[in-house]
């Protein structure tokens, strides 16, 4: 390199420096964990994915702008959770946005400070929150089963819109994760 190129070079870098007193547009810093393929992550046809995408970019945070995103996934096999967690805590991320209990559980031990967002399971059950109304400690997000006590509320709700209803049924998948549900959903039909 001639010392003439070089030269051009600092100039150039130096005009590009921000002028003095304006800093630099902050770098935002989020690790996304998934459990399956990182690949979904940015899958354009992606329900999970996509309207995150959206959001940030509705906020103001753009990929290779001002938004760094590290992409890391479980690969489907959960004895690898621990060391991927610590991966990823070691990202120093400003957020870690997770999906299902078992990830969370093990980012929030790998990592007791950055905020987690979950998308799973239950928050109570496993520990990760204290309530929903004052989680406490770092772990906030969606809980999609917030227990057996939401079903007194939903019933409340379903007798509110439908005051003529008599008889109600409740589908599911997995027989132990039903059964507490129909004892729940009895116990708060009788005090209906």
């Known amino acids: 390199m001639r010392r003439r190129d070089f030269a051009a070079g600092l100039l150039l870098a130096a005009t590009l420096r921000p002028i003095r007193g304006q800093e630099p547009a902050k770098q935002h810093r989020i690790a996304i964990v998934e459990v399956g393929s990182?690949?979904?992550i940015d899958d354009p046809d992606s329900r999970v994915w996509q309207?995150?995408?959206?959001?940030?970019?509705r906020l103001g945070?753009?990929?290779?702008?001002?938004?760094?995103?590290?992409r890391y996934s479980g690969e489907g096999h959960p004895e690898r959770y621990?060391?991927?967690?610590?991966e990823v805590a070691g990202y120093n991320p400003d957020v870690i946005v997770a999906?299902?209990?078992?990830?969370?559980?093990?980012?929030?031990?790998?990592?007791?400070?950055?905020?987690?967002v979950m998308n799973g399971g239950s928050v109570i059950e496993p520990g990760l929150a204290t309530s929903l109304a004052h989680?406490?400690?770092n772990v906030t997000?969606?809980?999609v089963y917030p227990g057996d006590e939401i079903w007194g509320k939903r019933l409340q709700i379903l007798k509110e819109i439908a005051p003529s209803a008599s008889k109600v049924t409740l589908l599911g998948m997995r027989d132990s994760w039903l059964g507490g549900q129909l004892q729940a959903l009895q116990?708060?039909?009788r005090q209906l």
Request: hydrophobic residues 40%.
């Open 187 to 189: 116990e708060a039909s």
């Open 51 to 57: 309207p995150f995408w959206k959001e940030l970019r």
């Open 82 to 86: 621990a060391d991927l967690a610590r």
């Open 99 to 116: 999906l299902t209990n078992p990830m969370t559980q093990a980012i929030r031990a790998a990592n007791g400070t950055t905020p987690i």
């Open 141 to 143: 997000g969606v809980d």
């Open 38 to 40: 990182v690949a979904s």
């Open 61 to 70: 945070d753009v990929e290779e702008q001002n938004l760094v995103i590290g």
């Open 135 to 137: 989680p406490g400690g």
